[in-house]
């Protein structure tokens, strides 16, 4: 481990020891947050043979990783954007019977469940600080992440949303929560879906990992992997975007990808050339990564349940 990175040797679900890059590498970013600065060193991103997870094989240290969670501001994810993969999860907790406790592991402030407290008790666990205050001012218990190693009251459903990527050792976490659930209840995971970015050779270049926080990536052999070693049964899986897009932005962002692919892949090509003649869409020579595409179905909701006995 050096204070610039640390190299990702091994799967971080499986530990296994074989794997294969996909696509080409990322160069190195730097992010400032909070008045702190962040660089992520180059990497690439791999696929494990054994289990099909995509990890970085570059990351942050675990205290650079800290700081980074320490200064992030958690009132930024907290936007009524009718977000498509929260739409998902409501329609399921609505489900739910009154009085059923719920689980939302990493809930910054509460967003998901905030207009669910009167129906059903919820519970979160959040280590950020300010966002958890905001969470526990709208009703939502918080909780220390060691209590549910001594606490076995159980769960009928759990929320891990947009947490999955940030999990440099994922399994104990989801082995832990797995073992929370009543029998019938069920695991609700949102993440990424590297199954669906295209073109491939980019996908270390995708916007998700681009993230300094974001280590590893799902695919849906990981998905099929991840149900059987955790005893749950894959349920139900919905691919969306994150966001809601409008049609003019996922134009720009089109537009903007068509460009950087151009330069990128072929300089000297006559579309290259052409494009290199329009001076709004020339400065795409000049960027050192893909533009994001956060438009596309590129996130799964997971609903695994757990066996009823």
């Known amino acids: 481990m050096s204070e610039t990175g640390v190299a990702v040797t091994a799967c971080p679900a499986c530990n296994g020891a074989e794997a294969r890059q996909v696509g080409d590498a990322a160069g190195g970013f730097d992010t400032d947050l909070a008045g702190r600065h962040f660089y992520q060193p180059p990497y690439a991103v791999c696929e494990c043979a054994a289990c099909g997870l995509y990890f970085k094989s570059m990351m942050l240290t675990a205290a650079q990783l800290d700081q980074y969670y320490a200064a992030l501001d958690g009132s930024t994810f907290d936007v009524d954007a009718d977000f498509p993969t929260?739409?998902?999860?409501?329609?399921?907790?609505?489900?739910?019977?009154?009085?059923?406790?719920?689980?939302?592991?990493?809930?910054?402030?509460?967003?998901?469940?905030?207009?669910?407290?009167?129906?059903?008790?919820?519970?979160?666990?959040?280590?950020?600080?300010?966002?958890?205050?905001?969470?526990?001012?709208?009703?939502?218990?918080?909780v220390p992440a060691d209590q549910l190693t001594v606490d076995d009251r159980p769960f009928s459903a759990i929320l891990l949303t947009d947490v999955f990527e940030h999990l440099a050792e994922p399994m104990p976490l989801l082995t832990l929560?797995?073992?929370?659930?009543?029998?019938?209840?069920?695991?609700?995971?949102?993440?990424?879906?590297?199954?669906?970015?295209?073109?491939?050779?980019?996908?270390a270049e995708f916007w998700y990992f681009r993230l300094p926080g974001h280590l590893i990536m799902l695919g849906e052999r990981h998905l099929s992997?991840?149900?059987?070693?955790?005893?749950?049964?894959?349920?139900?899986?919905?691919?969306?975007?994150?966001?809601?897009?409008?049609?003019?932005?996922?134009?720009?962002?089109r537009a903007r990808a068509f460009a950087y692919d151009a330069f990128k892949d072929s300089p000297s090509g006559p579309i290259a050339g052409a494009l290199g003649m329009m001076p709004g869409v020339a400065r795409a020579r000049g960027w050192?990564?893909?533009?994001?595409?956060?438009?596309?179905?590129?996130?799964?909701?997971?609903?695994?349940?757990?066996?009823n006995r």
Do not use: M
């Open 288 to 307: 050192t990564s893909a533009p994001a595409l956060n438009y596309r179905a590129d996130h799964i909701v997971a609903f695994l349940a757990s066996p």
């Open 225 to 253: 992997w991840l149900s059987a070693q955790l005893g749950l049964r894959l349920d139900d899986v919905q691919r969306c975007s994150h966001y809601r897009v409008a049609l003019a932005e996922r134009l720009r962002q």
């Open 86 to 142: 929260d739409r998902v999860l409501h329609r399921r907790l609505r489900t739910l019977p009154r009085g059923s406790r719920v689980l939302d592991f990493g809930c910054s402030t509460g967003r998901i469940l905030k207009d669910l407290t009167t129906q059903l008790v919820c519970v979160g666990v959040e280590p950020n600080q300010p966002a958890a205050a905001v969470a526990r001012a709208r009703g939502i218990e918080i």
């Open 177 to 203: 929560l797995a073992s929370r659930l009543l029998p019938g209840g069920w695991l609700g995971l949102v993440t990424g879906n590297a199954d669906a970015i295209s073109p491939r050779r980019r996908l």
